[in-house]
């Protein structure tokens, strides 16, 4: 939870922020010219119109061809990285009470003494070796949607989706103010039918496996040439077998394959039926595979056990290949570093795949995340367009990685039982990658965001490129038990944690010099790059991790900086001054260096540098690779001191 | 959260219930004649029309003289009882992250080598002994009513606050469908000052310590004569105190004292500052005290430290004695017996007393869960009207003790330091009396609706009258690692938990045998009570916890009554089978005879029962005390079968 009631007491739900900058007069109706165009309102394009929501500064808008919110989607897989990512949205804990909760797996298999019948063979825990405190939850992809819609239209940039827009073409004028020309179609209302064109000075598509946006920019997917078919079903059913309320990979003796997916609510539940490899001459046939015909084949392969299906909540046949494009943006591969994108796809536009590793919602919003803050910083002028270019070159190698272990997992799901040299082969795979389908292998290589690992010696539990894995940790001022990680909010801000070396404060330390020199020096990054009158923790939230306890700990010895004013009335924020649990310690669980270090954290929670608290010059020189000085930054601060909630009750003091 | 998606694919937020009965057709202006009519929406106001509304076949309705929500209220200590009702309610987890947590009390007094400045004495532990799970919050109150609020207009009920109207007199007519006849005044609006008259079955009068209410009924508040004053502010400040973002008793040398709440937000925070016992004499001179005059005193007893206040978002001078009256209802105690009660008074209207504790809003919410379900049952013919009559037996004495209790720890914090024997005095009785602050002391005596203790040695950990305390179980069906307690929603329904014997489901056991009574025998409180045509599960909501681990119990082999049908599909309801936690097993934790019991647990939460699982009678026994048999009942089930939310992507099968 973000402070509040620092600028006057606010009444109302906390979680909803002041309205600035574009958020106060955002025009009803879709404007003809915007900073951001997001074309699409599913995973992808909501999250970043979420991020960016959080830069008021920045008009954005997201359309949808349809004329109100989903209200039921495809995708309903939730990976720990994922609810990782809802907490600093904030609604983790929300979507996780309505959510069902993947705590293990169970694998069904043909009896060896009677092939004709299934029986439970493995039964792993899911995230047995605690990669992530976050849960592995199923909820269907509309919940997820509104939540972001809430974040985004409770954020100062009031973003809402503006529906019954389709995407139709684009062009590209280089040198103009706003230089994509996007134009669009009324899908709903009493202007259906007729054309719109806004010209926008980024345009994100996020349409889709059939996107528009990305043939407009010439992206390809290439990948395989035959497809695989599924029947998959929601469906309210009365069953005898045993594990309808557990994930099950379940394998007959006649080949056939099912995998189960529970669902939120206690009842619902999912099976994707396999219908094998569908050749290009199959011509759609395999799409009039009806419900019935599902409903049969899941019979016989959950045989002896029955399946009464007494309401099919949605279904659907459908063949997916393992494509990817090789591009996220405009910029051909041969073109990159000559120019800076100005249109990008993300989600399903890049990748498709198929649903059995419950992976598309996850990386999708993952793109999404990581491409909002950047539009955000280049277009409130806190770093140059250069840095739009990372997003393609670190996101479309996680997509060929996602096609990858797809194939590979699917392959394994779709071989016969007899086809296996050791029964539990599929379970081995599956415990042995779990880290990558709950979101973590991620590893950004070095670039202008994300240092070398020189000094990655000093704190091994925080991999440069990997996102910064939360370790629980004390606030000073509160003796609150807190998780360090998920005091990050997705606020767009830069975080820098010191971690002290064994002084207590007040003492000489190698913290208190790196402290004074942040505080102090011109060439302090926190001088360098927050504009004048912003306030000095807006654009890098510095925070600082004792070793004592926080018994022990002076706070009114702490250095200054990180204790900042904050607000019309200068109060002091108490709330970056941490010390180690008793009971967890993150020096020793993240193997950092008694010496101290610091480690900086990107705003989509990657780890972005580890230095000594003595290489001044480098943190300041990793800053500088992108993020611009500020005086000569073209725009103010990030967010306007503002009153604009209603205060009530408050008295000028006599 | 309750289930489901089990009428069909709900697509929205799943908090908001179907509308049901009373709900789908509720008028929005405040009509003629009501069931229930509240009067103020303060916490026991709020709580106990949130709780009517889940029997949406009671008329509720609840005014307030305001013409909106509360915007700054004056009451924020949340003691972990009044969490724990919240998560009943749904909103624990969210109130819990937009609240200042208190982990550490600090005990400031002065320097023994010079008394003109303070230093920091003992810093006590919240809870250290793990009274509850749930934390002990500060928020304000008018946060928790707008999430009472919330849950009442997303229950069936679809009750919402009539703001505008002010409670003026009642009369009552023994014998009338609606005996009680209340007249009101609108307060806002173009009819402001205009008269009406509301007719209901029942009146709540949760109208404040000027209650018109309770005067209407003759109760009179008993009590001290001289009443303390006390300056209190929520302010915003610089301050270079240490502690001022921790909970302190402050006591200086000058004999003056301070205790320090921080607030919400990680700046506010709320100082009450002691001005002293006020005589009858007095005549409001006390109330003439400046803001400023109480931030001067502050900063004398904070000496050495300053206090430099920036902001205020709310002060106010205020007095208060101990006192309580003697009935919360309008059954004089001489005629107690001789007629149930029409008439009511909760929180503030019964009881007044010092703020020191925190305490008021806690038993105010208490008041009006102890009443709410108590009102729902007998209007919806589920009980008799006896039933009514407790409510005042159980409330009053509550508040007694809880003004003796106040009463002994304020006259504690008014001390001057020379007073105490041992300086740490105030602390020890901090410490040793925890369990009553936290709201935990509650224990109702015998009575139709608690049982006798004859076999309390089988559940040694579940006293009988106290709240059921909860303990971590493993859901069969899913794997999942639960709160047994946290499945009780307020949603008015008496749980029975049967914890088995050691066999295995599928053996004879005396559990099995107590199973196919409580399924088949006509003397069975499930058979007795459920309604024809409703829900097996809506009156008496049946669960089972085994000894084994839950990989070890065969779900197919569970008894049928453990595993209800329900809805309009007749699915398998699968969320009523447990197994002990293999680290947390409650069977030790809670001292649980490994040969089984049987606990019952009111609708508040309370427990009511401990029995042996072959004592059917006496289980039989207990619910006809204050259960109707069902079909003497003259209204009908708990709650319709209904899809009052809209469905999507339904499909029938062919």
């Not at 899911?126 to 199923?138: A, W």
């Not at 290439?222 to 394998?251: E, N, S, Y």
Request: hydrophobic share 40%.
């Amino acid at each position: 939870m973000q402070q509040f009631h620092h600028h006057g007491y606010v009444s109302g739900d906390p979680r909803v922020e002041p309205a600035a900058g574009t958020g106060l007069d955002r025009p009803a109706e879709l404007p003809e010219t915007v900073d951001v165009l997001i074309v699409g309102t599913g995973p992808a394009g909501m999250i970043a119109a979420a991020q960016l929501a959080q830069f008021p500064e920045v008009s954005t808008r997201i359309i949808e061809r349809r004329d109100s919110r989903l209200r039921i989607g495809q995708a309903d897989g939730i990976q720990a990285r994922s609810v990782e990512t809802f907490q600093a949205f904030g609604f983790a804990g929300r979507i996780t009470e309505e959510a069902y909760r993947i705590t293990e797996m169970c694998f069904w298999r043909p009896d060896p003494d009677d092939p004709s019948r299934i029986v439970r063979g493995e039964r792993p825990v899911d995230d047995p070796t605690g990669i992530s405190e976050f849960p592995h939850l199923i909820v269907n992809q509309a919940r997820v949607l509104d939540y972001f819609a809430e974040f985004a239209a409770s954020s100062p940039g009031r973003v809402r989706p503006d529906y019954g827009y389709e995407f139709r073409s684009l062009q590209i004028t280089q040198g103009a103010e706003h230089p994509v020309t996007a134009h669009l179609v009324r899908t709903a209302g009493e202007q259906a039918g007729q054309g719109r064109v806004v010209r926008a000075k980024y345009v994100l598509g996020a349409d889709g496996a059939h996107s528009r946006v990305r043939d407009a920019i010439g992206c390809v997917p290439r990948g395989d040439k035959a497809f695989h078919a599924w029947g998959v079903m929601d469906v309210l059913a009365v069953t005898d077998f045993p594990d309808i309320r557990l994930k099950c990979a379940i394998q007959s003796g006649s080949g056939g394959n099912i995998l189960l997916i529970p669902r939120e609510g206690g009842h619902l539940f999912r099976m994707y039926v396999d219908l094998g490899v569908v050749s290009p001459e199959d011509k759609g046939a395999i799409r009039r595979t009806t419900i019935d015909q599902i409903i049969a084949k899941a019979n016989a392969i959950l045989h002896p056990y029955t399946l009464d299906v007494r309401h099919v909540a949605w279904h659907s046949v459908y063949e997916v290949g393992h494509r990817v494009t090789d591009r996220f943006d405009d910029i051909p591969l041969s073109e990159v570093g000559t120019r800076t994108p100005r249109v990008f796809i993300a989600g399903d536009a890049c990748h498709t795949h198929s649903a059995k590793a419950g992976q598309g919602m996850n990386v999708s919003m993952q793109d999404g995340f990581n491409l909002g803050w950047k539009l955000g910083y280049v277009l409130s002028g806190r770093s140059p367009e250069s840095l739009l270019a990372t997003y393609s070159a670190e996101r479309q190698v996680i997509a060929q990685n996602l096609i990858d272990f797809d194939r590979e997992w699917s392959t394994l799901m779709a071989k016969r039982p007899e086809e296996f040299a050791d029964p539990a082969e599929l379970a081995d795979f599956y415990v042995r990658t779990q880290e990558f389908p709950a979101g973590f292998m991620t590893q950004y290589p070095p670039s202008m965001i994300v240092g070398e690992a020189t000094h990655q010696g000093l704190a091994t539990g925080f991999p440069i490129g990997k996102r910064f894995k939360s370790v629980p940790v004390v606030r000073v001022c509160d003796a609150n038990p807190l998780h360090l990680g998920h005091q990050h909010r997705a606020d767009g801000r830069w975080r820098v944690y010191a971690f002290a070396d064994g002084a207590a404060p007040g003492q000489p330390s190698a913290l208190a010099a790196w402290a004074e020199w942040l505080g102090g020096s011109p060439e302090s990054p926190v001088r360098a790059h927050t504009p004048a009158g912003a306030e000095r923790d807006s654009v890098l939230d510095v925070k600082v991790v004792y070793q004592q306890r926080h018994v022990d700990i002076d706070i009114t010895a702490v250095p200054e900086v990180f204790l900042p004013r904050t607000g019309p009335f200068e109060l002091i924020s108490y709330d970056k001054v941490f010390a180690a649990h008793p009971e967890e310690d993150i020096f020793d669980l993240r193997g950092i260096d008694r010496a101290g270090c610091v480690v900086v954290v990107r705003p989509d929670q990657y780890v972005a540098a580890v230095l000594p608290l003595d290489a001044t010059e480098e943190l300041a020189a990793f800053f500088r690779q992108h993020l611009l000085v500020a005086d000569r930054r073209p725009v103010g601060g990030r967010r306007p001191v503002s009153d604009g909630q209603p205060v009530t009750g408050g008295q000028p003091v006599a």
